[in-house]
C-alpha cells in the first residue's frame, strides 16, 4: 500500500480543515499523524476530515474526523461542507450523504457556492449529551466559573450535536472574556464525560446571535459549525431567538456568518455556509509526513 494520499488544506468559515482521501485503502489517519500535521504552522488544523469507503448501504463515504490532538471527533459541520466542495469538485454532483460515528449527515451544495448540511436531531436529555449529573431541564444547568456571588460565566445550556456542547450566554463582546483561559477548565470539567466543547453566546435580535467557541479536542477556534447550530438550537429552546438564526462567528477572520434553522417538521438541524479551498498536498497517513503540491486558488478537487 503506498505510503501517500492526497489531501487538501480547506477552510470552513476559518475553522482549519484537512480533506484526507483514504479511499480504496483499509487503514486510517493515525493520532500519531494528526499531532505531527497540527505542530506544523503550514498544516496546523482544527479537524481532519478523511474519507473513506462507503460502509452503508446508500451513503457515498465513511468520514472519520480527527481533532488536532489525536482525539476522535463525532461531527463537524464546517469539515463537513469542505469534504462536500471537494467531492462536488471532483465529481460534478451536488448532493451527497455521509456516514459518521454521529449518524448519517446529508449535504448539498448550491449554485451560489454555499453548502447546506443536514446536522439531523439535537439531543436535550442528560444522559445522552451525555452529563455526568442528572438535570430535568438542560436548558439551564448549574454550572460557573468565578465568584459564587459574582460570577464571569454561569448557568450554560446543555445539548448534543453528536458532541456535547455547553452554551454560555453573555450579554457584551464574546471576545472581551477570555476564552483561553476559561476553556480548558469547562471543557474537562467532571460534569462532561466526553468533556465538551463551550461556546461563548451574545444574542443581537431574535434571529441573529455572535459566538465564539472552545472547541473540545482543539481548543481556541475560528470557528465551530456543530456549536453554531448548538448555540441556535439553545436560543431558541430558552426563548431568545426564533428557529432561524444568523450565527456571527465572531473569532472568524472574515465575521462570516452561518445561517441555521432547528426545523419544525421533523426537528433536524440545517447549516448553510461556506467552503474554501486553500491549497493541496500528499501525506502519509502513518506519519504525518507531507509534501506540498499545485497552486493556490485551484479546485477544491482531491
Known amino acids: 500500500m503506498a505510503d501517500f494520499v492526497a489531501f487538501a488544506r480547506m477552510n470552513g468559515l476559518g475553522n482549519k480543515i484537512l480533506v484526507v482521501d483514504m479511499r480504496g485503502r483499509?487503514?486510517?489517519?493515525?493520532?500519531?499523524?494528526?499531532?505531527?500535521?497540527?505542530?506544523?504552522?503550514?498544516?496546523?488544523?482544527?479537524?481532519?476530515?478523511?474519507?473513506?469507503?462507503?460502509?452503508?448501504?446508500?451513503?457515498?463515504?465513511?468520514?472519520?474526523?480527527?481533532?488536532?490532538?489525536?482525539?476522535?471527533?463525532?461531527?463537524?459541520?464546517?469539515?463537513?461542507?469542505?469534504?462536500?466542495?471537494?467531492?462536488?469538485?471532483?465529481?460534478?454532483?451536488?448532493?451527497?450523504?455521509f456516514q459518521t460515528v454521529a449518524g448519517i449527515l446529508n449535504a448539498v451544495e448550491h449554485e451560489d457556492g454555499t453548502i447546506s448540511v443536514d446536522m439531523g436531531k439535537p439531543v436535550f436529555e442528560w444522559d445522552r449529551i451525555p452529563l455526568s449529573e442528572e438535570f430535568f431541564d438542560t436548558r439551564r444547568i448549574e454550572l460557573q466559573i468565578g465568584p459564587i456571588d459574582d460570577p464571569v460565566l454561569h448557568s450554560p445550556s446543555a445539548m448534543s450535536m453528536g458532541n456535547p456542547h455547553a452554551i454560555f450566554w453573555v450579554d457584551r463582546d464574546v471576545m472581551s472574556f477570555d476564552l483561553a483561559r476559561f476553556g480548558p477548565l469547562l471543557e474537562n470539567h467532571p460534569i462532561f464525560p466526553e468533556r465538551a466543547n463551550i461556546t461563548l453566546a451574545e444574542v443581537t435580535s431574535r434571529?441573529?446571535?455572535?459566538?465564539?467557541?472552545?472547541?473540545?479536542?482543539?481548543?481556541?477556534?475560528?470557528?465551530?459549525?456543530?456549536?453554531?447550530?448548538?448555540?441556535?438550537?439553545?436560543?431558541?429552546?430558552?426563548?431568545?431567538?426564533?428557529?432561524?438564526?444568523?450565527?456571527?462567528v465572531a473569532s472568524s477572520p472574515n465575521r462570516g456568518t452561518l445561517d441555521i434553522e432547528w426545523r419544525e417538521s421533523d426537528d433536524h438541524v440545517i447549516m448553510t455556509g461556506p467552503a474554501e479551498w486553500e491549497w493541496s498536498g500528499t501525506v502519509d497517513p502513518a506519519t504525518g509526513t507531507w509534501r506540498r503540491d499545485g497552486a493556490e486558488g485551484g479546485a477544491a478537487a482531491l
Do not use: Y
Not at 487503514?27 to 504552522?41: C, F, I, Q, Y
Open 26 to 97: 483499509t487503514d486510517r489517519v493515525t493520532s500519531e499523524a494528526a499531532v505531527a500535521l497540527t505542530a506544523n504552522a503550514e498544516t496546523a488544523f482544527d479537524q481532519i476530515m478523511a474519507i473513506h469507503d462507503p460502509k452503508a448501504d446508500g451513503t457515498d463515504a465513511f468520514i472519520d474526523i480527527l481533532n488536532c490532538d489525536g482525539s476522535k471527533a463525532q461531527a463537524c459541520g464546517n469539515g463537513t461542507r469542505c469534504v462536500v466542495q471537494a467531492l462536488a469538485a471532483e465529481t460534478g454532483r451536488k448532493a451527497f450523504a
Open 207 to 248: 434571529s441573529s446571535m455572535t459566538t465564539r467557541t472552545w472547541e473540545r479536542g482543539a481548543g481556541l477556534t475560528l470557528a465551530c459549525g456543530s456549536a453554531a447550530c448548538a448555540a441556535a438550537v439553545s436560543g431558541a429552546r430558552t426563548g431568545r431567538t426564533g428557529r432561524k438564526v444568523a450565527v456571527t
